[in-house]
């Protein structure tokens, strides 16, 4: 059996793995170093590069990796002789396996679905919560550190170094923390266009995290930045009971924090020409690209009323970016079947890859319908 220094060393390098894998900094590292591919190399290799996006899994798999190693030094502590471990010892690893297994069911994706600000609070509180008691867990092993190191152990040193690596990973978001003020345009009840003065504006296909108090719900949504000017833009459609309070009562300023973070859409430089394909607010994360004009592309945007819902200054906007882009009224034409008007456009257009921002069962349909008939495709995947 491994030595508990060991079984401790291994649980936190995937737990760490887990955490870093939500780092603004690390996934936006990520997604540059992807997209370093010239569009001379050949499709089949820039198609997976463009996978890069399914970051998810990692933070997903090493939440779980690491608690499993957790519990096996939970058994070895608990199984060892009543005078080998301090009774302290043994308390702080289990009290820490207790709060890993919450996190991990309360993110399952039907309890997350259901309660999802449950899960945001759990999240936040619980995890600060399991990194003091890392911390504890991590100087308590001290002790034997010497003799884990004989036994092939992981040193102590290493440990609260590779924990401070994690707890600065951890507080350097909030370290970021600042009041923006906001213009808010309202052009109809089921939407909001916010102008955030004052701070620099972040790069196109990213996105940034914004609430109402440093301690609310916190959700992120896509930054328009409009070529020079300093200010920047977000879309906030009606979609649940958060969104809907902020339309119906939007604050003079919002918090926000960290750095911004590369989303999906930040791929297209990997292709020659991208159709992009959005529903609703889905415009949102695909305007800016729109605006960037880095690669040939199309626009496919099925919207109901996009004139009475998001005004006539941004659909002007979206024309003035993209002539030839296709905006189906649903409310006037009824919904489209977006997977073959997607297939026939990209077809036209001679497009390398299509990228959907829609809703979850509009995009897995046009994803999957896509990549069915070889044509790469890709958009949110919920997959953490």
Not at 9 to 33: E, H, K, Y
Not at 148 to 156: K, S, W
Not at 325 to 338: E, F, H, N, S, V
Not at 363 to 379: F, I, K, Q, S
Request: net charge positive; aromatic share 8%.
């Amino acid at each position: 059996m491994a030595s508990p220094n060991a079984l401790a060393g291994l649980a936190m390098a995937n737990i760490g793995m887990a955490i870093l894998m939500r780092q603004s900094l690390v996934i936006t590292a990520l997604f540059w170093l992807a997209t370093r591919a010239p569009v001379t190399w050949p499709l089949g290799i820039r198609r997976h590069l463009a996978k890069v996006y399914h970051y998810g899994g990692i933070h997903a798999g090493g939440a779980c990796a690491g608690t499993a190693w957790l519990a096996l030094l939970v058994g070895s502590l608990l199984s060892a002789p009543g005078d080998q471990h301090p009774p302290a010892l043994r308390w702080t690893a289990s009290a820490l396996l207790g709060y890993l297994l919450g996190m991990l069911l309360s993110a399952l994706p039907a309890v997350r679905a259901r309660h999802h600000d449950a899960f945001e609070k759990v999240h936040r509180y619980v995890g600060w919560t399991t990194l003091l008691l890392t911390w504890g867990l991590a100087v308590q092993l001290g002790p034997s550190a010497g003799q884990d190191d004989a036994r092939g152990g992981v040193p102590e040193s290493a440990l609260l170094v590779f924990l401070g690596m994690i707890t600065a990973s951890i507080l350097l978001p909030w370290l970021r923390l600042r009041r923006i003020a906001l213009d808010v345009q309202r052009p109809s009840p089921h939407a909001v266009i916010l102008t955030l003065a004052g701070t620099r504006a972040p790069f196109p296909g990213s996105a940034m995290a914004i609430s109402r108090s440093p301690l609310g719900q916190w959700h992120s949504f896509a930054n328009i930045p409009a070529a020079g000017q300093t200010d920047f833009r977000i879309i906030i459609s009606r979609a649940g009971d958060w969104t809907g309070q902020f339309i119906d009562d939007p604050p003079r300023h919002v918090w926000m924090k960290g750095f911004p973070t590369a989303g999906v859409a930040y791929i297209e430089v990997l292709f020659r020409s991208v159709l992009y394909v959005a529903t609703g607010s889905g415009i949102g994360p695909v305007l800016p690209h729109l605006l960037a004009g880095r690669v040939r592309m199309r626009l496919i945007w099925s919207v109901r009323s996009p004139r009475a819902t998001y005004g006539d200054a941004l659909v002007d906007e979206i024309l003035a970016a993209q002539p030839d882009a296709l905006i189906w009224d649903t409310q006037r034409d009824g919904k489209p079947d977006l997977l073959q008007l997607s297939w026939d456009t990209a077809h036209d257009m001679k497009a390398e890859a299509v990228i959907c921002i829609a809703n979850r069962a509009l995009t897995d349909a046009v994803v999957n319908g896509c990549e069915a008939r070889g044509l790469p495709a890709y958009g949110a995947i919920w997959d953490s």
